[in-house]
């Protein structure tokens, strides 16, 4: 029988290929039937890049919606006074309206992303290097370009490393080289990986487990145990033992939870 992976790679994406070469590559290392990645990285920008494999791409509905922190450097185009840069980070921290740039995967329609902290880090010359934590699917380039316009001076994005995705930093990540050299020891379970990013969970009873498997909801009757603090319409990890059955979407009334993903 063929293996089928539970597991994502945490890569170190270098500069150079595209989001879905290494993606694809990754794949090819590991001889899976799919791989996927959450959160794009242009060829250019390096960093952490999460990589799943097989059943793990099911679980990127929560995957690509985990915080993202940057370390970048961004180049003004003109003079500028260090206390007007200062000030104008202050506009963008916290919520702000950006439109997708025309090169991107999604429709150019303004949308609210929050920006949770943004520090410039070091001033050379007319270089600005930041660090900047956000919400997933937030535009650094163009972050810096509205940056440049708000200032009146223009900007660019000069370089950009990103160095987390939620609870995952490059210190956990490997390099291409390092991954063809001993694949097996860089792969982090699903189960791991859930607990790391702090999905709350619902365990079942074993005898639940095929009726889940075959779509039922989970209702209070199937329930071990479950996590406190879950919320009506937060994403959950539905448990038998140590071992992911499916990811799922909590409910106020009748059945516990809604399978949305099941894992084999």
């Known amino acids: 029988m063929e293996k089928l992976f539970r597991s994502i790679i945490l890569l170190d994406k270098p500069s150079g290929p595209t989001s879905l070469e290494c993606a694809e590559k990754v794949r090819k290392i590991f001889s899976a039937k799919k791989s996927g990645h959450a959160g794009t990285l242009d060829p250019a920008v390096t960093g952490v890049l999460i990589i799943a494999l097989d059943e793990a791409t099911k679980a990127m509905p929560v995957l690509i919606c985990?915080?993202?922190t940057y370390e970048g450097v961004m180049h003004i185009h003109k003079d500028f006074d260090e206390k007007i840069l200062r000030g104008t980070v202050k506009l963008f921290t916290g919520k702000i309206i950006q439109k997708p740039p025309v090169k991107s995967a999604v429709s150019r329609i303004p949308r609210e992303r929050d920006i949770y902290s943004f520090e410039i880090t070091k001033i050379q010359g007319r270089d600005a290097h930041f660090q900047v934590r956000c919400q997933a699917g937030?535009?650094?380039r163009k972050l810096c370009s509205d940056f440049g316009e708000k200032m009146g001076t223009g900007a660019h994005?000069?370089?950009?490393?990103?160095i987390k995705a939620g609870q995952f930093?490059?210190?956990?990540?490997v390099s291409l080289e390092s991954l063809e050299k001993n694949p097996e020891k860089h792969l982090v379970s699903l189960e791991t990986a859930f607990q790391r990013i702090g999905i709350k969970r619902i365990f079942v009873k074993e005898d639940s487990v095929?009726?889940?498997?075959?779509?039922s909801p989970v209702l209070s009757?199937?329930?071990e145990k479950k996590?406190?603090?879950i919320q009506a319409g937060e994403r959950?990890?539905?448990?038998?033992?140590?071992?992911l059955v499916a990811l799922g979407v909590a409910k106020a009334k009748d059945s516990v939870a809604r399978t949305e993903r099941i894992f084999f």
């Not at 994005?157 to 990103?162: A, G, I, P, T, V």
């Not at 930093?169 to 990540?173: E, L, N, P, Q, W």
Request: proline share 0%; net charge positive.
């Open 157 to 162: 994005m000069k370089s950009l490393r990103r």
């Open 169 to 173: 930093s490059v210190k956990d990540c």
């Open 236 to 243: 959950i990890g539905i448990f038998s033992g140590q071992k």
């Open 227 to 229: 996590d406190s603090g």
């Open 66 to 68: 985990l915080e993202k």
């Open 138 to 140: 937030t535009y650094i």
């Open 210 to 215: 095929r009726k889940i498997l075959n779509g």
């Open 221 to 223: 009757s199937h329930i």
